[in-house]
């Protein structure tokens, strides 16, 4: 692991806007391209060459996991060494499953309290990441975790604090800020440090402003990951505040963003067509699940009262629920219990669901 910059040298995020040309062409690699390796001589065949911990190596057997993706043969190993890792890849391509690996592997057998907090943008992502921990921890006897987002009552949290404080606290930056703040969740003992989707998080003044505030709460000495499916090149100078010497994986080309196999089709509409089509292409399609997305609360409550009316089964899913309600309609789609769901831009970036295989944009993305 190496020292973190000291908490007065972090990122003043009122004066962004002068950050050194020489910082935003070294992420770009025009300058210092030491750290940008071509990973010819990184090559993994299984998990098993990787070395994890026998407990891993039985969690990925019952998940069925053999061999790595490209961003994992990449990234494990150096995170393994305890490197500050700073990682652009594609959706679907195994990022979770880095930083949850890399974490429980570097564990002490008896880790203290709150060694790992890792944050993301929304409470459903947090969700899900928590989820991730379930997985790959089942075989550990001295290691829990928690999430923490808005939304539940604060006691609730503050009790299991200090009543059960966690290994592992997964949630969003605002409520981790209030009980950090409050004195209720302490980060003096932690270890490993994350962001998902860190571009979100960083890109939004006042979360960004958050996660410095929560970031100089924490030990100079301890290992930082930042992960995002995108990550432009405004904002990886602003990453690179809060590490030292990342290693960094960056993939550039923007067709690479998408997945191989998958297809994408525009279709034009005036605006009083748009139910038409949507009602005959989820008629004509084979679909398992499908995701709508579309542009505000209003629009996807009324689409999906459209839907439901025609008979179909939709649920919607957006920010003005409440905690319990949207992550109840999570969990429903999740287990396959619903098949089509309508949502806000609340689920464009970082939730997994398996068995989505059609997306439909009702609306024109903002971005």
Request: hydrophobic share 35%; proline share 4%.
């Amino acid at each position: 692991m190496e020292d973190n910059q000291p908490a007065e040298e972090v990122l003043d995020y009122d004066e962004i806007d002068e950050i050194e040309d020489k910082e935003a062409q070294a992420a770009d690699g025009e300058t210092g391209g030491e750290n940008k390796l071509t990973y010819s001589s990184i090559h993994s065949t299984s998990f098993k060459d990787h070395m994890l911990k026998y407990e891993l190596q039985r969690a990925l057997q019952d998940c069925g996991f053999e061999n790595p993706s490209e961003v994992q043969q990449q990234c494990i190993p150096k995170a393994k060494m305890g490197v500050d890792v700073l990682c652009q890849a594609k959706s679907g391509m195994g990022k979770t499953a880095v930083f949850v690996l890399t974490v429980l592997d570097q564990l002490d057998e008896k880790p203290e309290p709150c060694s790992c907090l890792v944050m993301g943008h929304t409470r459903e992502l947090a969700f899900q990441i928590k989820k991730e921990f379930d997985r790959f921890t089942k075989y550990f006897k001295n290691v829990t975790s928690e999430v923490i987002y808005g939304g539940i009552p604060k006691k609730q949290h503050i009790k299991m604090l200090k009543e059960t404080p966690p290994t592992i606290v997964v949630g969003t930056p605002g409520r981790i800020l209030d009980l950090t703040m409050g004195g209720h969740l302490k980060l003096d003992k932690l270890k490993y440090f994350v962001l998902d989707e860190c571009d979100k998080m960083l890109e939004e003044v006042g979360m960004r402003r958050d996660i410095q505030k929560i970031f100089v709460k924490t030990p100079h000495q301890k290992q930082v990951m930042m992960f995002s499916a995108t990550m432009d090149k405004d904002i990886r100078p602003i990453c690179k505040k809060f590490m030292q010497d990342p290693f960094e994986v960056f993939i550039d080309d923007e067709t690479k963003l998408t997945l191989h196999g998958l297809q994408q089709y525009i279709v034009k509409l005036e605006e009083k067509d748009k139910n038409r089509k949507l009602h005959d292409l989820l008629d004509a399609l084979l679909f398992n699940q499908v995701i709508i997305f579309v542009n505000g609360v209003d629009r996807a409550k009324a689409l999906n009262g459209v839907l439901l009316e025609s008979g179909f089964p939709s649920v919607c899913i957006h920010s003005r629920m409440g905690q319990e309600e949207r992550i109840s309609i999570y969990k429903q789609f999740k287990d396959l219990e619903k098949r089509i769901m309508i949502s806000t831009e609340i689920f464009g970036r970082g939730i997994d669901f398996q068995g989505v295989n059609i997306v439909i944009n009702y609306d024109m993305p903002k971005a």
